[in-house]
């Protein structure tokens, strides 16, 4: 499961850890464009805090082991 929590121009993304994992990667993208790969995360880290982000847009969100 994937769990976000807002703020201003700034979301944290907070996943489950996946037995097995060697790494996560996280993309972003927003209606319209293309996806953007923000991160390769090791296995042991399970929370991302993207930042810059335009309040009031609808971004979404994709973690990948």
Same mark, same amino acid.
């Given at each position: 499961?994937?769990?976000? &929590?807002?703020?201003?121009?700034? *979301?944290?993304? !907070?996943? +489950?850890?996946?037995?097995?994992?060697? &790494? #996560?990667? *996280?993309?972003?993208? !927003? &209606? /319209? !464009?293309?996806? *953007?790969?923000? +991160?390769?995360?090791?296995?042991?880290?399970?929370?991302?805090?993207?930042? /810059?982000? &335009?309040? /009031?847009? !609808? #971004?979404? #969100?994709?973690?990948?082991?």
């Amino acid at each position: 499961s994937l769990e976000l &929590e807002p703020g201003d121009a700034r *979301i944290l993304l !907070t996943w +489950q850890i996946c037995k097995g994992a060697k &790494e #996560y990667r *996280i993309r972003r993208w !927003t &209606e /319209g !464009t293309d996806t *953007i790969q923000l +991160q390769s995360q090791t296995s042991s880290v399970n929370q991302l805090e993207d930042t /810059g982000l &335009e309040n /009031g847009v !609808t #971004y979404f #969100y994709q973690v990948l082991s």
